[in-house]
């Protein structure tokens, strides 16, 4: 069975420190990776997709992929209070017949930012 | 949010109603998606819908029971739950099964 993990926290970061979000996934053939945001009692937004290892930025946003370790990471600088809320990292399997599984999520790491 | 809608928002129902979820996108995508989202558990795929064809059902109990009618509206049809079904649910869609997920603002169910 597939299995993402995630450290549930809450992990606390002071504002305009580097919040860091770790994530590993257990399918080594995986190929896409995703980070959503969730507000309490809001839906999940997509914040960040990576496809490729290395960095993908995208403002106050890093993501870091690393196939090899089945690692994903997300760097979020300038830490604001608005950033407050939990990170979902969700992967996406893709297999040969052109077929696609279903994203599979963590559960989830509670970000505080303390202003 | 405006491109999935989700209706209702909110739904109490007790374990001899039936009732339906909707969701509908206007994104043009093709692929549909029921989650499910419980308290201290992640997101749980339910149903995949692929050009209008079921393509996964997670053995989801029978009580739910989806219909997509065209691609972009889905419904999921509520009988006969239990307490431990009280969740929010959450529809999404994706131009393909490949691609980038967007999800509905979700409908939180208490079944009593």
């Known amino acids: 069975q597939k299995e993402v993990e995630q450290n549930s926290g809450p992990l606390s970061v002071p504002e305009g420190a580097i919040a860091s979000l770790n994530c590993t996934y257990s399918?080594?053939?995986?190929?896409?990776f995703f980070w959503y945001r969730q507000y309490s009692g809001k839906s999940p937004e997509l914040i960040m997709s990576?496809?490729?290892?290395g960095d993908k930025e995208d403002g106050r946003f890093t993501a870091q992929l690393n196939k090899a370790s089945q690692y994903v990471s997300l760097l979020i600088r300038d830490s604001q209070p608005s950033d407050s809320a939990t990170y979902l990292c969700?992967?996406?399997?893709?297999?040969?017949?052109?077929?696609?599984?279903?994203?599979?999520f963590g559960k989830g790491t509670h970000l505080i930012i303390q202003p | 949010e405006t491109g999935v809608t989700q209706t209702p928002r909110h739904l109490v129902m007790g374990m001899t109603n039936k009732k339906s979820l909707k969701c509908e996108q206007h994104?043009?995508?093709?692929?549909m998606y029921w989650y499910k989202q419980s308290a201290k558990k992640p997101l749980e795929l339910m149903f995949v819908?692929?050009?209008?064809?079921?393509?996964e059902n997670n053995s989801v109990p029978s009580r739910f029971s989806p219909e997509c009618p065209n691609s972009s509206h889905l419904f999921l049809h509520l009988h006969t739950l239990q307490p431990e079904d009280s969740a929010l649910y959450l529809c999404?869609?994706?131009?393909?099964?490949?691609?980038?997920?967007?999800f509905g603002p979700g409908t939180r169910l208490l079944v009593l």
């Open positions: 999404a869609s994706s131009q393909d099964r490949r691609e980038t997920q967007y």
């Open positions: 399918d080594r053939v995986s190929q896409s």
């Open positions: 990576i496809y490729s290892n």
């Open positions: 969700a992967v996406l399997t893709m297999y040969s017949g052109g077929g696609a599984d279903g994203l599979t």
């Open positions: 994104l043009g995508h093709n692929a």
């Open positions: 819908y692929n050009f209008k064809e079921q393509t």
